[in-house]
Structure formats: C-alpha cells, structure tokens
C-alpha cells in the first residue's frame, strides 16, 4: 500500500544534511517569514524546518490570500525536497516558478469571473423583488414595465448560465496541470507530508463545483506522512487527524487496506503525546478505523488497554481526552464479539468513573457498564462493574432508569445469566426510595418509579418482584402507610399506570373539589360517546386481549399485597383532599375494573369493602363518620362511572379491541333533552337567552343557547321562518359565517374555538331538515362565497387573490379549516349536493385534485366529506385513490377505512351493511403500484373481515394478493375464517402451501412478531398527547396497531374444513409432542422458540370451540400448566400464561382449566373472556433463590485480561524499594492504612525511587488496579507517582529497567542501544574520531 511504500522516503529525507534545503527561496516567502515558520538551517534539520513552517501556517486559515496562488506553498516546499535527488537545484526551480505563474492567471481569471456571477445574482435577486411588487399593483398600469423587468430577468438568467459554464471550465483546467513536470514527479510526492487531501482544500476554498475523483490511498499515504513530522504544534496534528477521519468517513472500505504496521506506529506516537488534544485525535481516528474482529487484535497488539486506563485515570482538565477514550471503548462493542476484546482493567477504569457522582462522563461511563452487562455480563462482574450500577439505581440520579432496569430485566430472564445477579436484591434497591422514609426525595422518587413500572410490565420483572411472598411489591403498596404526600401521590399514580385506568372526562374537576352531582348532564357524554365507540359486530369470537389478561394477574397481586386496605386508609385521612379525592377515584375504578377482568371469587371479596365498613359501623368511634363519607364518595363514584362508561357493556362484559372500531353512526335518533316543539313564549325566550339579538358582537352570544335553539325549535320549519322574517337570529348567525365577513374566519384555531364549528355544522344540517332551510341557505351569500373561496386556490377559474381565504397559513391558524366540515355536512345531504353543483364547487374540487398543487387542501377535502351518497363525493374519492401523488393516494385509501366497516341497526335490530363500494374501492387499491398503499389498503380490509357479511363479499371480489408476498398473508388468513374463504383458497393451492410453510418455519417467526407486538402495547405512546388538536380528522385516527397478528392455525380451526384438514395432517399432535418432550429445556435458544411457537399454535387452535376437541384427545394442557408455574425461563412462562388465556376461550378449555385450578370471568350469558387466573397465585409467581456466582470465581478469556498472570497473593520482590511500593498500593484499598499509605507513596516520590522508573513495576502495579477495587483519584494518584517515559517504555515493548538486563537488548533499535549503552558510546565516538584523521 501507499503509505507503507512512502515511509522510508520520508525518513530518508528528514535525514539529509542541514546544507540541502533551499534556504534563500524559503527566505523569499514573506507569509512565512511574517508568521515565523521557518528556523535557521543550522538549529535542526531542512525537511523539518520546511515542515514546521508549513503546519504552523496551514493552521490560520482553511484558504489562502488571493494575492498568493493556491498550491504555490506547496509546490515550492516539493522543489526543497526534491532537490536533494535531483542534481539542478536552479531546473527544479525555474519549472515551479512557471507553475506558479500559470497558476496565478487561471486564480485571477478565476476570480473575475465569480465576481460577475455575483453581481448577476444580484441583479436577477432585485428583477424578482420588483416585478412581485408590480403584480400587486393594477395589470394594466404596470403592464410596460412588467415587460421590461421580465425581458431583464430572462437575460440576467442566461448569463448566469454562461457564467456557471465558464467557472466550471476553468475549475477544470486549474485541476488538470498544463505541463507534464507534476506528473514525472508523482512518485515523490508520495514521500511528501506535508500536502493536505484535495477534499480538505476543496472544502476550505469553499467551492460549490465540482472537483476530480480523489485518490483515497494517496490522500491516506499523504496525511500519514504528515502525522510522522515530529516537534509540530498540537493544532497541525489535530487538523491532519481530523482530514484522515473525514476521509474515511467519505470512504468506509478504506479502514480494510490499512497497513497497520504504519498506521499503528503513528497512533502510537499520537497517543503518547503530552498534548491531551493529540491523544485524544489518536483516540478518534482508532475508533474509525476499527472494521472487525482482525483491526480490534490489532489496536490492541498496540498496548492500548494500558494507554486508555491512563487516560481514564486523568483529571478533569482531560475530559476531552477522557471521552475519546471512552468513546474508543465503546466502539469495541459496536463489533460483533467485540465484547472479548474489551479488557477488565478498562472496565474497571470505567466503573471507578462511574462511581463519581460528580464526574461529566458518569452518565457515559453507565451506559457502556449496561450495554457490557447485556453483552458479557461474566466480564461486568469479574470486573466489579456491577456495584456502580446498583448503587446508580438505588440513588434515582440517572436520567433513564428504565433503560438501566431493563438490562437487569434481561439478565434476570434465564439462568444462564441470572446466576450472575444476587436474588431479591438488584431489582429491590428502587423500593429503597419509597421504604426509607429518611432518604425520600421527590425527585428520587419519580425517577425510581418509572423503573419501578417497567419492571412491573415484563415477565421478569414481575417473578423476580414476587418472590418471597411479595416483599418488594408488598413494601410499595405498604409505604402508602407512610405520612409522606410524595410518596403517597407517587404510589397512586403509579397504580393508575400499571392497572391501564385512564381518569374519565370529569376527574380533573371532580379532583379539584367539584361534587359529583353536578355529573347528572353525563347523557351527553354518553351519546358522544357512543357515537365513536359502536361496536362490531362479530360472529366468531373476538381477538384476545393480552394486555388486560396481564393486567388482570397484576391486579391479582396487588389485591394479595394489601393494596385495598391500605388505600382505604389513605382515603379516611384527612389531612390532603386532593390526595383523599384521587384515592377515592382509585378505588372506584379499581372495583369496577376487578368486576370486570378477575373472576368472581377474586372480585366478590373485594367489593365488600369489609374494613372500611367495619369502621362505618362503629357509632361509638369519631372515624365512624369519616368512614361513613367515604362509603358515600365510593358510591357516588361509581355511580357516576357506570353512568359515564359506554352503555353496550354489561358489568362483567370486556369489549375486545376489534369491537371497539369505529363504525358508522347509528341511525339518527332523536335527543331526549332536545324539546323540539315549543310553544312561542319559550322560543322567543330562546332566542333573547341567545343574546344574537342583543349584540352583533358574536364573542358576547351564548353559543350553548343557540346550540340548544339550533338542535331544537328550528328542526320545525315554522319555527325556521320565524327565525329568518320575525328577526335577526337568522341573518346575524348566517352572516356570522360568511367568509368576507371576516368574523368566523379571522378566529384563532383552538381548542375552545372548535364550539363554532360545530355551531354552524349543527345549523347547516337543520337547516337542511326543512324547506324553509334549504330555501334560506340556496338564497344566502355564504354558500357562494365560500365557493369563491375555493376559486382562489382552483388555477383554472382566473380567480386569483393575494392573501387566499384557504391558504395553508389560514387553514392552519385560523377557523377557515371549518368550512369544509360544513360542505361535509352538505354532501350528505341529496338537497346539499344540488347546492354544490349549483356553485360549481365539486368542478373546482376536480380542477384542485388534478393539479397536485395544495396537498393540505386536498387532505382537508377528502377527510371531511361525506361519501354515503352515491354521487360526485365517491367520484373524487376514487380519482384520488387512483390519479393523485403517493401520499394522496395513502390519504385517500385511509377515509375509506371507516366506510369499510359501515354498518347500520334498524330499530328491528337487524344489522345492515352499505360498505360495497368502499370495499370495491380497497381492493382495486390492492394492485397499486406503492407498496405502502397497499398496506394501508390490507389493513383496513383486514379490519372489515371482522364482519361475516364483509368477510364474505370480499371474497366475492376475488382480490389476488400474490404478488403482495408478506403484506398480503394477514388478509388471507382471515378468508380462512369461513367455509367460503376456504374454498376459494384451497383453489388456489394456498391452504397447503401455506401450512407446510408454518409447519416447518413460520411458527417460529410468529414467536418473534407477536412479542414485539405485545412489547408495543405495553408502551404507552398513544397517551403522550391525549388532548390534541387537528384539522385533518384521520389524524385523530391514528392507527394504532396493537391488536394481535393473525395466526394460521387460529383461523383454520375456525371452520369445519380447516379442522378436518388439521386431523388429517397430525400438525396438532406434533406440537403436543414437541411440548411434553422440550418443554422444560431451558439452555438452547433455538429450541426454546420452537416451543414457543408450538405454545402459540395450541393455544390458538384451542382458543377455537371447533378446536378445542383437540385438547381433550392429548393431555397437553397440564403441561403448558407445568411451563407457567415451575419453568426456568421467565419469559416462556409468559408466554405458557397468555396462551393459558387463549386456551380458556373455549368452552371445553376453561373447562380443563377450572379442573387444574384455573379461573376466568364469563359473560352473564357464559361466554369466557379468556382472562384465567390461578385460584392460588404463589404457585405461578414461584421463583426461587438461585445460586449466586461470586466474581472470583468466574473465569474470563485470555483476550479479556490486560495482564494474563493475576498479581500472587503474597508480593515477592527482590528490590525492598519496590516491595514497600507494592504493600502500600494493597494498603491504599483499606481504609483504615489509606492516608498513611498515601503518604509513604508521595515520600516515595519525593525520593526520587528508581521503582518509579521502571516497567516492570508499572506492570505489577497496573495487574493490581486490574484484579482489584480502587477509586478513581488513587487510581490517578498511582499513575502519576510513576515517570512518563514507563508508559513510552510499556507501549512500544521496550521492557528492560534501568539497571540495563541484556534480555530487553534484542527487542531495542539500533539508535536506542547505541544512546544508552556507554561501551558502543564510546567505540562510536572512537571511529568518528579516526575518520575525521
């Protein structure tokens, strides 16, 4: 390679006689002499002194003044090198000078021609500005002078063309050289240091055009040269470093040529630097050259592990250093098994880091212990990196406890590394914060408790919790005991966490002291409600909730922990009525929840409250009447949670998530508080309420009045003519909406500003109910001006406006984004519809599609109207879904998700389904050529087949999802779910195939996509902004796909067919099998997901009623019973627990369930919930004490010890020196010797103790930092006991002491044995004499 051909050139040059350089042409350079670069020739050799003068003028500035010709510094500076081979000194000047002279005319021409594109640039700048001022004036006023400035832009527009052309010619030929002399000398310019990189001068010029390919091995030869001058400034040094990194950042493969017997020399020299900022580049530009395995031996062949434990050990005036070193480290685990590589002095180094409160790199220095701990946590605990990250939680200081629990979580998982943690103690040191009453600290606290819950909601976390007989979550439940408000509050809502209760709508007033009477108007809560939550209707079970069957047996265990009582306590306190009110909602919900989840022999205890009544029915005690209330506020609470919660659920009766869909609205039914017939007096009464007669300032109206007025007395047409001819409610409402009003329009979008637009949806839709509306609103200017408005933004109605009413600042600012829910209300309507074809609004609707040119209005559009009518709405809908951009078309297939699922009850009951069309739509979306938008169209199909009925039809359409691939199987997997499903698949050869393929593979993949499914739900990032505002409607909508992927088996066993098939292939009695026999393996991984994804298959199929028979013919039940109660591996016993849930779906499986002690709540018509829990809990939650592993006895590769041999325990050492050295290191570890130690240690020093000088008790002394706890500042303090040169000494093998043993000699260079042995000294100095005789 390059740089290893170029090296002896270098040094062959740094060794020339002093009287070779040029010393009066480097003496004509007045920048160099100004900047005092170059020394006298007699001080040091030429080819440093030229390189010295070089790199401190480099540094100044990126570019050269442009008086000097870019590249002339470096040309005369090859002349002085290449003279020394060249015999004319006078020749090799002449051709360099004409260069330069060359150079110069191209520089000057260069630089006239990038001042006239400037000047052009401005000129065409100013012809833009004034002709946007002309076009606000009148057109035929300024018409001339349009012309003028038009005819100026087009030419200026030319000319800079030209001028780009020119400048990108010359760049070009300043880039090719004019005479062949730079090419007959290519081959010294390798041996040149002092040249930077063509991308470095490329980027400091400051040129936007384009430059020649360059060479990166020749860049590569370049800058390593220049990393070998010596006696440099440290910014020469910093900036090569910094071109080398950039330019394996420009090119990745470049790191894989290294000749790291080159590159590993010079990083070597950096390292060793006295200036931290060198190190620290050497650090950087190590960390970009690590590629594998191979360059990690390699770095490390370099003794860096002793380099980087110096580094650590430093103060903070290194931290620049310290965290380039840190991040070195952390490179290794970036490899894959980089972690062996990774030495046990340098993670000891980093966890005496870490225990630094105060230290900048604390939080770095934790993460890397963390990620160690995950990737070899036999390394992290033979290494005492464990305590730091105890001790880190416990304290609550860490910014993201979760992530650090969840490295423990991971650990605690498998016996294979569970052994390495202490049980009932690494995850209990967060408890501590909520325990010691004298340690709490709010801050401490709320820290503690988010690690607290993501322990909580993993397998892990929870088993390791539970153990002996709940004493963690036992002490979190009973700190609630404790007078602290902290601590309380904290609990409570971690309670409300965990247990998924989302506070209703009226909490937060209810909690700031507001009585629940004033909760009695919930009917409007309840139909609004209602109206986003109808259910769908589903003739096979519904999918199963894993979260609240988690849920559930969480709350199994807090109920066994104590949680009730002591939240019954905290209620009867006095002394906070926040806290008192929140417990008290708590305990509302926490019964109606147990109602509804836990079956009954859990909930039915509960719900008697039995302390707190006890207290209540003693007359005698004074608490008789503090416990009386709150037997009143629990009442009153539930009362009002049952009022409030969705009428369609029964008490004991768990929606599933696909239930709660949304569908169409139910067919209009009249309001019963709305009194639509009246009788005068009351209606005129209305109206003076209203205030719209008293005030034409909208701001003082009631709008809660005119709401009331509106959904009322104007549904009567009577009452409708009243308000347009008998007064001016009519006419200032009306206009209260038109947009050149500039009323409704200039409001500020908010959330309290949204009452208007409902207003005025609610009054287009009643006017609209009578003939005397639809008169009036045909009549009236709001209709025609808001198709004006859209005029504006339509490009072929000549319209134009300067500030348009739908521009996408308005639309998003203010209220004019309103509109378009009211032509959705008129689209629904048929006498709506004419009124838009009157105004031409849907040919302008057209015209705005066509042209692409507003997404956001085009969204707005599509997402706000109303396609149940067969009309233009449908027209544009499917020339969107078909003509428009990808994400037109993404927005266009997500409206038609909640038309798919449309259904409508007739008060008969009968559900009616109108969603064909939409249907159709979706699956001519199927053949797009974006996959995204096929995705999108799968999912929303996917959704509708919870339907039969559509089930049905969408088989009808025969869609062909070939060429989706995976995309497309979720879709064909519900089509198995009826007969006819069944047979058009098993037509197309795809039942077969398609259950081989799972048989022999994809059931282990299903392992993997249903658990980061599961881990998706438990993270609640859905209630991060529970209160968002949007224009757009399906933004509301988002898709939150948490429901289950589908599984083939589940929804073959959902037909007769399907289960017949399975008979017949045996697959069922395979995975049984495979479960009585691997079932409780626990050391191969590979085979514990296939037991898991055979768990998964069971319970799917037994999940099924047609199924079910399956598992009374084997007795596989019992053993996935014996999986989840006494498995080694926590997370398969999760999954034994979710599939225990799906098994006691069926009739036959609960009831094999129920035999084995296992329960679940039930419909009041008997159906399951498929949420079982063990009767006795203590036998799934039986974790037991584990053998812990103690860091002695572990064993660690060679590869991860700096020092192979451990230090013995009995310190043997001839020199009596040393020896007291090495007893007082051993001393520094007690506390009681520490200080007098330390102070025989700088005595030490201050005798100047020849043991400071040498490498072998360096070594010794770094074997004991390594095998053995010390501080950060005694580790620090050794380090600087010991001379500089021990570390130059170690790093590049030179292991002899000063007391001079031959053994060293062979590995020592020729100048090194000649300086420091006296007797070559003088037979050198001898033979010199002579010859100079």
Same mark, same amino acid.
């Given at each position: 390679?390059?740089?290893?051909?170029?090296?002896?050139?270098?040094?062959?040059?740094?060794?020339?006689?002093?009287?070779?350089?040029?010393?009066?042409?480097?003496?004509?350079?007045?920048?160099?002499?100004?900047?005092?670069?170059?020394?006298?020739?007699?001080?040091?050799?030429?080819?440093?002194?030229?390189?010295?003068?070089?790199?401190?003028?480099?540094?100044?500035?990126?570019?050269?003044?442009?008086?000097?010709?870019?590249?002339?510094?470096?040309?005369?500076?090859?002349?002085?090198?290449?003279?020394?081979?060249?015999?004319?000194?006078? @020749?090799?000047?002449?051709?360099?000078?004409?260069?330069?002279?060359?150079? &110069?005319?191209?520089? #000057?021409?260069?630089?006239?021609?990038?001042?006239?594109?400037?000047?052009?640039?401005?000129?065409?700048?100013?012809?833009?500005?004034?002709?946007?001022?002309?076009?606000?004036?009148?057109?035929?006023?300024t018409?001339?002078?349009?012309?003028?400035?038009e005819?100026?832009?087009?030419?200026?527009?030319?000319?800079?063309k030209?001028?780009?052309?020119?400048?990108a010619?010359?760049?070009?030929?300043?880039?090719?050289?004019?005479?062949?002399?730079r090419?007959?000398?290519?081959?010294?310019l390798?041996?040149?240091?002092?040249? +930077?990189?063509?991308?470095?001068s490329?980027?400091g010029?400051?040129?936007?055009?384009?430059?020649?390919?360059?060479?990166?091995?020749?860049?590569?030869?370049? $800058?390593?040269?220049?990393?070998?001058?010596?006696?440099?400034?440290?910014?020469?040094?910093?900036?090569?470093?910094?071109?080398?990194?950039?330019?394996?950042?420009?090119?990745?493969?470049?790191?894989?040529?290294?000749?790291?017997?080159?590159?590993?020399?010079?990083?070597?020299?950096?390292?060793?630097?006295?200036s931290?900022?060198?190190?620290?580049?050497?650090?950087?530009?190590?960390?970009?050259?690590?590629?594998?395995?191979?360059?990690?031996?390699?770095?490390?062949?370099?003794?860096?592990?002793?380099?980087?434990?110096?580094?650590?050990?430093?103060?903070?005036?290194?931290?620049?250093?310290?965290?380039?070193a840190?991040?070195?480290?952390?490179?290794?685990?970036?490899?894959?098994? !980089?972690?062996?590589?990774?030495?046990?002095?340098?993670?000891?180094?980093?966890?005496?880091?870490?225990?630094?409160?105060?230290?900048?790199?604390? /939080?770095?220095?934790?993460?890397?212990?963390?990620?160690?701990?995950?990737?070899?946590?036999?390394?992290?605990?033979?290494?005492?990196?464990?305590?730091?990250?105890?001790?880190?939680?416990?304290?609550?200081t860490?910014?993201?406890?979760?992530?650090?629990?969840?490295?423990?979580?991971?650990?605690?998982?498998?016996?294979q590394?569970?052994?390495?943690?202490?049980?009932?103690?690494?995850?209990?040191?967060?408890?501590?914060a909520?325990?010691?009453?004298?340690?709490?600290?709010?801050?401490?606290?709320k820290?503690?408790?988010?690690?607290?819950?993501?322990?909580?909601?993993?397998? &892990?976390?929870?088993?390791?919790?539970?153990?002996?007989?709940?004493?963690?979550?036992?002490?979190?439940?009973?700190?609630?005991?404790? /007078?602290?408000?902290?601590?309380?509050?904290?609990?409570?809502?971690?309670?409300?966490?965990?247990?998924?209760?989302?506070?209703?709508?009226?909490?937060?007033?209810?909690?700031?002291?507001?009585?629940?009477?004033?909760?009695?108007?919930?009917?409007?809560?309840?139909? +609004?409600?209602?109206?986003?939550?109808?259910?769908?209707?589903?003739?096979?079970?519904?999918?199963?909730?894993?979260?609240e069957?988690?849920?559930?047996?969480?709350?199994?265990?807090?109920?066994?922990?104590?949680?009730?009582?002591?939240?019954?306590?905290?209620?009867?306190?006095?002394?906070?009525?926040?806290?008192?009110?929140?417990?008290?909602?708590?305990?509302?919900?926490?019964?109606?929840?147990?109602?509804?989840?836990?079956?009954?022999?859990?909930?039915?205890?509960?719900?008697?409250?039995?302390?707190?009544?006890?207290?209540?029915?003693?007359?005698?005690?004074e608490?008789?009447?503090?416990?009386?209330?709150i037997?009143?506020?629990?009442?009153?609470? #539930?009362?009002?949670?049952?009022? &409030?919660?969705?009428?369609?659920?029964?008490?004991?009766?768990?929606?599933s998530?696909?239930?709660?869909?949304?569908?169409?609205?139910?067919?209009?039914? /009249?309001?019963?508080?709305?009194?639509?017939?009246?009788?005068?007096?009351?209606?005129?009464?209305?109206?003076?309420? +209203?205030?719209?007669?008293?005030?034409?300032?909208?701001?003082?109206?009631?709008?809660?009045?005119?709401?009331?007025?509106?959904?009322?007395p104007?549904?009567?047409?009577?009452?409708?003519?009243?308000?347009?001819?008998?007064?001016?409610?009519?006419?200032?409402?009306?206009?209260?909406y038109?947009?050149?009003?500039?009323?409704?329009?200039?409001?500020?979008?908010?959330?309290?500003t949204?009452?208007?637009?409902?207003?005025?949806?609610?009054?287009?839709?009643?006017?609209?109910?009578?003939?005397?509306?639809?008169?009036?609103?045909?009549?009236?200017?709001?209709?025609?001006? $808001?198709?004006?408005?859209?005029?504006?933004?339509?490009?072929?109605s000549?319209?134009?406006?300067?500030?348009?009413?739908?521009?996408?600042?308005?639309?998003?600012?203010?209220?004019?984004?309103?509109?378009?829910?009211m032509?959705?209300?008129?689209?629904?309507?048929?006498?709506?519809?004419?009124?838009?074809?009157?105004?031409? %609004?849907?040919?302008?609707?057209?015209? $705005?599609?066509?042209?692409?040119?507003?997404?956001?209005?085009?969204?707005?559009?599509?997402?706000?109207?109303?396609?149940?009518?067969?009309?233009?709405?449908?027209?544009?809908?499917?020339?969107?879904?078909?003509?428009?951009?990808?994400?037109?078309?993404?927005?266009?297939?997500?409206?038609?998700?909640?038309?798919?699922?449309?259904?409508?009850?007739?008060?008969?009951?009968?559900?009616?389904?109108?969603?064909?069309?939409?249907?159709?739509?979706?699956?001519?979306?199927?053949?797009?050529?974006?996959?995204?938008?096929?995705?999108?169209?799968?999912?929303?199909?996917?959704?509708?087949?919870?339907?039969?009925?559509?089930l049905?039809?969408?088989?009808?359409?025969?869609?062909?999802?070939?060429?989706?691939?995976?995309?497309?199987?979720?879709?064909?997997?519900?089509?198995l779910?009826?007969?006819?499903?069944?047979?058009?698949?098993? !037509?197309?050869?795809?039942?077969?195939?398609?259950?081989?393929?799972?048989?022999?593979?994809?059931?282990?993949?299903?392992?993997?996509?249903?658990?980061?499914?599961?881990?998706r739900?438990?993270?609640?990032?859905?209630?991060?902004?529970?209160?968002?505002?949007?224009?757009?409607?399906?933004?509301?909508?988002?898709?939150? @796909?948490?429901?289950?992927?589908?599984?083939?088996?589940?929804?073959?066993?959902?037909?007769?067919?399907?289960?017949?098939?399975?008979?017949?292939?045996?697959?069922?009695?395979?995975?049984?099998?495979?479960?009585?026999?691997?079932?409780?393996?626990?050391?191969?991984?590979?085979?514990?997901?296939?037991?898991?994804?055979?768990?998964?298959?069971?319970?799917n199929?037994?999940?099924?009623?047609?199924?079910?028979?399956?598992?009374?013919?084997?007795?596989?039940?019992?053993?996935?019973?014996?999986?989840a109660?006494?498995?080694?591996?926590?997370?398969?016993?999760?999954?034994?627990?979710?599939?225990?849930?799906?098994?006691?779906?069926?009739?036959?499986?609960?009831?094999?369930?129920?035999?084995?002690?296992?329960?679940?709540?039930?419909? /009041?018509?008997?159906?399951?919930?498929?949420?079982?829990?063990?009767?006795?809990?203590?036998?799934?939650?039986?974790?037991?004490?584990?053998?812990?592993?103690?860091?002695?006895? %572990?064993?660690?590769?060679?590869?991860?010890?700096?020092?192979?041999?451990p230090?013995?325990?009995?310190?043997?050492?001839? @020199?009596?020196?040393?020896?007291?050295?090495?007893?007082?290191?051993?001393?520094?570890?007690?506390?009681?010797?520490?200080?007098?130690?330390?102070?025989?240690?700088?005595?030490?020093?201050?005798?100047?103790?020849?043991?400071?000088r040498?490498?072998?008790?360096?070594?010794?002394?770094?074997?004991?930092?390594?095998?053995?706890?010390?501080?950060?500042?005694?580790?620090?303090?050794?380090?600087?006991?010991?001379?500089?040169?021990?570390?130059?000494?170690?790093?590049?093998?030179?292991?002899?002491?000063?007391?001079?043993?031959?053994?060293?000699?062979?590995?020592?260079?020729?100048?090194?044995?000649?300086?420091?042995?006296?007797?070559?000294?003088?037979?050198?100095?001898?033979?010199?004499?002579?010859?100079?005789?």
């Amino acid at each position: 390679m390059l740089s290893s051909s170029a090296t002896p050139t270098q040094k062959s040059l740094a060794s020339q006689p002093p009287h070779a350089v040029n010393s009066p042409v480097a003496a004509s350079r007045p920048s160099l002499d100004r900047d005092g670069g170059l020394q006298p020739p007699n001080t040091t050799n030429g080819a440093r002194t030229a390189s010295s003068a070089a790199s401190s003028f480099a540094p100044r500035g990126s570019s050269l003044a442009p008086s000097q010709p870019p590249g002339s510094f470096s040309s005369e500076l090859r002349s002085q090198t290449m003279q020394s081979r060249a015999g004319s000194r006078a @020749d090799v000047y002449v051709r360099d000078k004409l260069d330069e002279d060359d150079e &110069s005319v191209a520089e #000057s021409t260069l630089n006239a021609l990038k001042d006239s594109l400037s000047r052009e640039l401005k000129i065409k700048e100013g012809s833009e500005n004034l002709l946007e001022a002309l076009n606000a004036k009148k057109a035929k006023q300024t018409k001339e002078q349009r012309q003028r400035v038009e005819a100026e832009l087009m030419a200026s527009n030319a000319r800079i063309k030209e001028l780009k052309q020119k400048i990108a010619d010359a760049q070009r030929s300043k880039a090719v050289p004019s005479t062949p002399t730079r090419a007959r000398n290519e081959g010294l310019l390798r041996s040149d240091g002092l040249r +930077s990189p063509p991308s470095a001068s490329r980027s400091g010029a400051g040129s936007d055009f384009d430059e020649p390919t360059e060479s990166p091995t020749f860049a590569l030869a370049e $800058i390593l040269q220049a990393l070998e001058v010596e006696g440099m400034t440290p910014e020469y040094y910093v900036e090569r470093s910094n071109n080398l990194v950039d330019l394996f950042k420009r090119h990745p493969t470049l790191k894989y040529d290294l000749v790291w017997s080159v590159f590993g020399d010079r990083m070597q020299d950096m390292l060793l630097s006295n200036s931290r900022e060198v190190v620290a580049a050497g650090y950087r530009m190590l960390r970009y050259a690590i590629s594998d395995m191979a360059s990690l031996k390699k770095i490390r062949g370099l003794n860096t592990d002793f380099m980087v434990v110096v580094s650590l050990a430093k103060d903070r005036k290194a931290d620049v250093e310290r965290e380039q070193a840190l991040k070195f480290v952390r490179a290794f685990l970036d490899v894959k098994d !980089g972690v062996r590589e990774v030495s046990r002095a340098v993670v000891r180094t980093i966890a005496a880091v870490a225990e630094q409160v105060e230290d900048r790199l604390r /939080p770095i220095c934790i993460e890397t212990l963390a990620e160690i701990l995950l990737r070899d946590p036999a390394l992290l605990v033979a290494s005492g990196g464990l305590v730091p990250l105890s001790e880190t939680l416990a304290e609550g200081t860490y910014k993201s406890p979760e992530s650090l629990s969840s490295a423990f979580l991971y650990l605690l998982d498998a016996p294979q590394t569970r052994k390495y943690l202490r049980a009932g103690y690494e995850l209990e040191v967060l408890f501590t914060a909520f325990t010691d009453a004298l340690f709490s600290y709010e801050g401490v606290i709320k820290q503690n408790s988010k690690a607290i819950a993501s322990a909580l909601k993993s397998w &892990s976390g929870l088993m390791t919790l539970s153990m002996y007989n709940f004493r963690a979550i036992g002490s979190l439940i009973s700190s609630l005991m404790l /007078p602290n408000p902290t601590i309380r509050d904290t609990v409570v809502d971690l309670l409300y966490s965990l247990l998924r209760i989302k506070p209703p709508a009226w909490a937060t007033s209810y909690l700031a002291g507001r009585r629940l009477t004033t909760y009695g108007r919930v009917t409007t809560l309840k139909s +609004s409600s209602s109206s986003k939550e109808e259910t769908v209707y589903e003739d096979d079970g519904a999918e199963q909730n894993f979260v609240e069957h988690y849920t559930a047996l969480l709350l199994a265990i807090f109920i066994k922990a104590g949680m009730m009582p002591n939240l019954l306590r905290v209620a009867q306190d006095n002394e906070d009525p926040t806290l008192k009110r929140k417990t008290t909602l708590l305990i509302g919900e926490t019964l109606k929840l147990a109602s509804r989840i836990l079956p009954p022999s859990w909930s039915s205890d509960l719900q008697l409250l039995p302390e707190l009544f006890a207290a209540a029915s003693q007359f005698r005690d004074e608490a008789h009447f503090n416990a009386t209330g709150i037997v009143y506020q629990i009442s009153s609470v #539930s009362r009002t949670l049952y009022r &409030s919660s969705p009428s369609g659920y029964a008490a004991g009766y768990l929606p599933s998530s696909s239930m709660l869909e949304n569908m169409s609205h139910v067919e209009e039914t /009249p309001k019963t508080n709305v009194i639509v017939n009246t009788d005068d007096a009351t209606f005129r009464q209305l109206l003076i309420d +209203s205030g719209v007669l008293g005030h034409s300032n909208p701001s003082k109206w009631n709008w809660d009045v005119v709401l009331k007025i509106i959904e009322g007395p104007l549904m009567n047409g009577k009452r409708v003519e009243e308000a347009i001819k008998a007064s001016k409610f009519a006419k200032r409402l009306v206009g209260f909406y038109r947009p050149f009003k500039f009323k409704f329009s200039e409001i500020k979008n908010t959330r309290n500003t949204q009452k208007y637009v409902r207003v005025g949806c609610a009054l287009i839709h009643t006017l609209l109910q009578t003939a005397e509306g639809t008169k009036y609103l045909a009549d009236n200017k709001l209709l025609r001006q $808001i198709a004006e408005c859209l005029a504006q933004c339509d490009p072929t109605s000549g319209l134009t406006a300067q500030y348009p009413m739908f521009s996408k600042d308005r639309l998003t600012d203010t209220l004019c984004g309103g509109y378009f829910p009211m032509i959705g209300v008129l689209s629904g309507d048929p006498k709506g519809l004419q009124m838009l074809e009157r105004w031409r %609004i849907f040919n302008m609707m057209y015209h $705005i599609v066509d042209f692409k040119q507003r997404p956001d209005l085009i969204r707005l559009l599509l997402s706000n109207l109303d396609y149940s009518l067969q009309g233009h709405p449908r027209v544009l809908l499917s020339k969107a879904l078909t003509a428009g951009t990808k994400d037109m078309r993404i927005n266009a297939t997500n409206v038609l998700r909640k038309y798919a699922t449309r259904q409508r009850v007739t008060p008969t009951g009968q559900v009616i389904s109108d969603s064909k069309w939409a249907i159709q739509l979706l699956v001519t979306q199927l053949y797009d050529p974006e996959v995204e938008v096929c995705a999108t169209a799968v999912k929303i199909l996917e959704k509708a087949c919870n339907s039969k009925a559509l089930l049905e039809y969408i088989v009808e359409c025969r869609p062909a999802l070939d060429h989706l691939g995976e995309i497309g199987a979720p879709l064909l997997l519900r089509f198995l779910s009826t007969s006819i499903g069944y047979h058009y698949l098993d !037509g197309l050869d795809y039942i077969s195939n398609e259950m081989d393929d799972w048989f022999l593979g994809r059931n282990d993949t299903y392992v993997s996509l249903i658990e980061a499914s599961l881990a998706r739900s438990f993270i609640d990032t859905h209630e991060d902004q529970p209160h968002r505002l949007s224009i757009y409607e399906d933004d509301l909508d988002t898709d939150q @796909d948490s429901h289950v992927p589908p599984h083939f088996y589940r929804e073959l066993s959902r037909t007769t067919e399907g289960c017949k098939l399975l008979e017949d292939k045996g697959h069922f009695e395979e995975f049984a099998s495979t479960i009585r026999e691997y079932g409780m393996q626990s050391e191969d991984p590979e085979l514990i997901t296939k037991v898991k994804g055979c768990l998964w298959a069971v319970g799917n199929v037994g999940s099924m009623e047609l199924g079910a028979p399956f598992l009374e013919s084997t007795d596989v039940v019992e053993h996935i019973i014996k999986i989840a109660e006494s498995h080694d591996v926590m997370s398969l016993r999760g999954t034994a627990f979710f599939v225990l849930g799906l098994i006691s779906r069926s009739t036959h499986g609960l009831e094999i369930l129920s035999e084995h002690g296992w329960e679940s709540n039930t419909t /009041p018509l008997g159906i399951s919930l498929g949420l079982c829990v063990p009767s006795n809990l203590s036998k799934l939650l039986s974790c037991q004490p584990w053998k812990h592993e103690i860091p002695a006895a %572990i064993r660690l590769l060679d590869t991860q010890k700096t020092i192979l041999e451990p230090p013995p325990a009995e310190i043997i050492e001839e @020199d009596e020196t040393n020896r007291r050295i090495l007893e007082l290191m051993t001393e520094l570890g007690n506390m009681v010797l520490y200080k007098k130690a330390k102070v025989e240690l700088f005595q030490l020093r201050h005798k100047k103790a020849p043991g400071f000088r040498q490498p072998a008790l360096f070594r010794k002394v770094m074997a004991l930092m390594e095998c053995h706890h010390y501080r950060l500042p005694d580790r620090h303090l050794v380090i600087e006991l010991f001379d500089k040169s021990v570390l130059r000494r170690i790093v590049y093998g030179e292991e002899s002491d000063e007391s001079g043993s031959s053994s060293g000699d062979e590995q020592r260079t020729e100048r090194q044995r000649s300086i420091s042995d006296p007797a070559d000294l003088e037979k050198i100095t001898a033979r010199a004499q002579q010859a100079s005789l």
